[in-house]
C-alpha cells in the first residue's frame, strides 16, 4: 500500500503451523523485521508423526498451501494449512481429515522488544510493537470455527458426549498496521438497533454473588454519585 510494504514469509515444515517472520517497511525507512514464531503448537489425542509434507503455491493467487501427512496413534491422518494474503492480512486456514485434534494455538508476533499489550476485549490479542511503531493482532475466526470453545488464540476440541471430537477446521488471521483500528477485526453481525440507547452508560459486569449483596453494592455506587448505568447480572 501506499503507506509502506508488509511482507510474511512461511515456513510450514515446522512444528505446529510452522514458523512465520513479518517484515515490515514504511517509506523511506528501513526494512525492521518482526517475528512470530512464539506459541503455536497442536495438540493431537496421541503420538503424532509427521511423514511427509507437501507445500505448493496456488496460481493466480497471493496463496500457498501445505499439505502434510503424520501417523497419529499409528492411523493416517492429513492435515491442510493454506495461507492467503487478504489485503494486509494473512489468513491461514488449518483442517484436518480425523478427530484427532484436542488443541491448536496459533502463534503469536514476537518475542520483540518493548512489546506493550492493548486492551481490546473480545477484538483479539492486540499488542504495541513500540521499536517498529506497529500494531499487530492475532485472532482465531469465530464464524468459520468446528472448535468447542476459543480461549485467546486457542481453539479447543473437547470430547461430544459420546466420546468423540469435531475434526479441526480454524481460520487464524494476522493483521499488522501503522494505524489501530486496522488491525481489528470486521464484525459480521450489522450494528445494535440499540446503540443509541445504551451507548451514554457505564456497563456494570456481574458474574456471582447473592443478590442481595449486589443490590448493597449498587446502593453504594448510587451514594457515589454513579448514575446512568447498565448493569449485566
Known amino acids: 500500500g501506499t503507506d509502506g510494504v ?3 514469509q512461511w515456513d510450514p515444515r515446522t512444528e505446529g503451523l510452522g514458523s512465520l517472520q513479518l517484515t515490515v517497511k514504511a517509506p523511506a525507512a528501513q526494512p525492521q523485521v518482526i ?5 503455536g503448537r497442536i495438540v493431537w489425542t496421541g ?10 503455491r496456488l496460481a493466480g493467487a497471493p496463496a500457498a498451501v501445505c499439505r502434510k501427512s503424520l501417523l497419529v496413534a499409528d492411523k493416517p491422518v492429513n492435515l491442510t494449512m493454506e495461507a492467503r494474503l487478504i489485503g494486509k492480512a494473512l489468513a491461514m486456514q488449518v483442517k484436518c481429515d480425523a478427530p484427532c485434534i484436542a488443541s491448536m494455538q496459533a502463534p503469536e508476533f514476537g518475542p520483540v522488544l518493548r ?3 492493548v486492551p481490546v476485549p473480545y477484538y483479539g490479542s492486540v499488542t504495541y510493537l513500540a521499536r517498529e511503531g506497529v500494531f499487530a493482532n492475532r485472532f482465531l475466526d469465530w464464524t468459520k470455527s468446528a472448535a468447542s470453545r476459543h480461549s485467546d488464540a486457542t481453539a479447543y476440541y473437547d470430547p461430544l458426549t459420546d466420546g468423540t471430537r469435531n475434526r479441526l477446521s480454524e481460520r487464524v488471521l494476522y493483521a499488522a498496521a ?3 483500528a ?3 477485526p ?4 450489522p450494528p445494535s438497533p440499540f446503540l443509541r440507547e445504551v ?5 456494570l459486569d456481574v458474574w456471582g454473588g447473592r443478590y442481595v449483596d449486589i443490590a448493597e453494592k449498587l446502593r453504594d455506587l448510587h451514594s457515589y454519585g454513579l448514575r446512568n448505568c447498565l448493569v449485566l447480572i
Open 47 to 56: 503420538k503424532a508423526n509427521q511423514t511427509a509434507c507437501r507445500l505448493e
Open 182 to 184: 486496522e488491525v481489528l
Open 6 to 8: 508488509f511482507e510474511y
Open 178 to 180: 501503522w494505524h489501530l
Open 186 to 189: 470486521n464484525i459480521p453481525n
Open 35 to 39: 517475528p512470530m514464531q512464539s506459541g
Open 199 to 203: 451507548g451514554g452508560k457505564i456497563v
Open 115 to 117: 512489546r506493550r499489550q
